[in-house]
């Protein structure tokens, strides 16, 4: 049997899901998990002393980072912390913005940008594209502002110093809307370049906990009322699936008609049982047989309903 190209693939894809008529209309939003940012920035495996510190008090090798972080004394418990934003602070100055996955990103961003600027009958807040990550770095920040896009960021510390959530670009010249891009971070984010250990929801079993409290509840809220808005889509990007608190909020979106849109990085992966509850909502991306990243698989897609 033949191989099928990639662009015979993205194609039949878009022709079986009708995308470019879901996303003509769309209040397009995106949820990132670490996967996004490929090679750029390390996973959690990435972080080699705190991951020591872990085996040493755990040193059971099935358990995984949040798993040992669990159960560690509360005693331990903080100094762990203390070398995982240590590490992340010194990682975050040696990010490679040559990467290939930066540049995946960056396409796939300019190609949602280009798709929002193009499509017909757009409403005021379709206008608006949600970025909502799981990332403290800022990585997606950076790469906004280099392409000179208006970027509103929002995060537990700046979400009620802000009136910038609802603005959308406007070029008086062209009397033209112009693709406003809000990123959201819903566990914490830089602070004058390094993350700060008192402003992050930590990995763990904690997180649910943290994410409830007062810091960063309205950020959850404020996520859910998007998703929930007319014609709303997610499009799902390098996220694991498990955290319950953005499960739950991404299932009662469904519910409300959200369309979900996830992409896979390996086949295998399962998505969370919460959310299948809905399956003739949800549109998953499969990986290539030739697997690459997610963001340029998503990018990709993108350009393909762009040439249509």
């Not at 872990?54 to 090798?61: G, Q, V, Y």
């Not at 990010?95 to 009958?121: G, R, T």
């Not at 739950?248 to 390996?266: H, Q, R, V």
Request: net charge negative.
């Amino acid at each position: 049997m033949k191989e099928m190209k990639e662009e015979d693939i993205n194609k039949k894809i878009i022709v079986e899901n009708n995308l470019k008529e879901i996303f003509a209309s769309a209040n397009i939003n995106f949820l990132f998990g670490s996967g996004v940012n490929g090679r750029a920035f390390p996973q959690l495996a990435g972080f080699i002393e705190t991951n020591q510190f872990l085996k040493e008090k755990i040193p059971d090798e099935n358990k995984s980072f949040e798993e040992k972080l669990n159960m560690l004394s509360e005693e331990d418990e903080n100094i762990a912390r203390e070398k995982f934003v240590k590490e992340f602070n010194n990682s975050e100055e040696k990010i490679n913005w040559e990467s290939e996955d930066i540049k995946d990103i960056k396409n796939m961003l300019d190609s949602i940008y280009k798709l929002v600027d193009q499509a017909e009958n757009r409403q005021d807040s379709s206008y608006k594209i949600n970025i909502f990550t799981l990332n403290y770095d800022d990585i997606v920040e950076d790469i906004l502002n280099k392409e000179c896009y208006i970027n509103n960021i929002i995060s537990a510390d700046s979400f009620k110093k802000t009136d910038f959530f609802n603005v959308i670009g406007y070029n008086f010249e062209y009397g033209k809307k112009i693709p406003t891009f809000v990123t959201t971070k819903l566990h914490g984010s830089i602070r004058k370049g390094k993350l700060s250990k008192d402003a992050i929801i930590y990995p763990g079993n904690k997180k649910y906990e943290t994410a409830l409290g007062p810091k960063f509840f309205e950020l959850m809220f404020l996520m859910k009322s998007e998703l929930i808005r007319r014609n709303a889509v997610l499009i799902v990007i390098g996220y694991s699936g498990n955290d319950e608190h953005i499960n739950g909020i991404i299932s009662d979106a469904i519910e409300a008609n959200l369309t979900l849109i996830w992409f896979k990085y390996n086949n295998d992966e399962k998505l969370p049982e919460i959310i299948l509850n809905n399956k003739e909502k949800i549109i998953v991306i499969e990986q290539l047989e030739k697997k690459i990243g997610t963001a340029k698989r998503c990018a990709h897609l993108i350009e393909e309903i762009l040439k249509r």
